[in-house]
């Protein structure tokens, strides 16, 4: 089992910035991806940027250049920068952990990130 502890959201104007943590603990493997998913309401839940161990980055691409994602791995916690936020990026966002050899993915319980005036 792995459990994921995220924090960081709130609220903030357009054009502001936000940082989220997302903290794995549990049965950690080296080798895993970690990441950020999000859902605004009525739609679905949608990639937003994931990261491997290897540090290899991938972004959605309505969010390239403006968000970045890293990770400590000793600290088994990922990170999810977000700048110049807009409107549209309002959503809860959830944190997942996935071994890289296994079918198993674990979320975290989301944390509400809403970008208004």
């Known amino acids: 089992q792995v459990q994921l502890v995220e924090s960081g959201g709130g609220l903030v104007q357009p054009g502001g910035s936000l940082r989220l943590s997302c903290a794995a603990s549990g049965n950690i493997f080296g080798a895993n991806a970690m990441g950020w998913y999000r859902q605004a309401p009525g739609k679905q839940r949608d990639m937003v940027a994931r990261?491997?161990?290897?540090?290899?980055?991938h972004y959605t691409d309505s969010v390239k250049g403006r968000f970045a994602i890293s990770r400590d791995n000793a600290k088994n916690t990922v990170y999810l920068q977000m700048n110049t936020l807009k409107p549209e990026d309002s959503a809860v966002y959830y944190c997942?952990?996935?071994?890289?050899?296994?079918?198993?993915?674990?979320w975290g319980q989301g944390t509400q990130v809403i970008v208004a005036s």
């Open positions: 997942y952990y996935k071994a890289v050899f296994s079918t198993q993915t674990y």
């Open positions: 990261i491997v161990s290897g540090a290899n980055a």
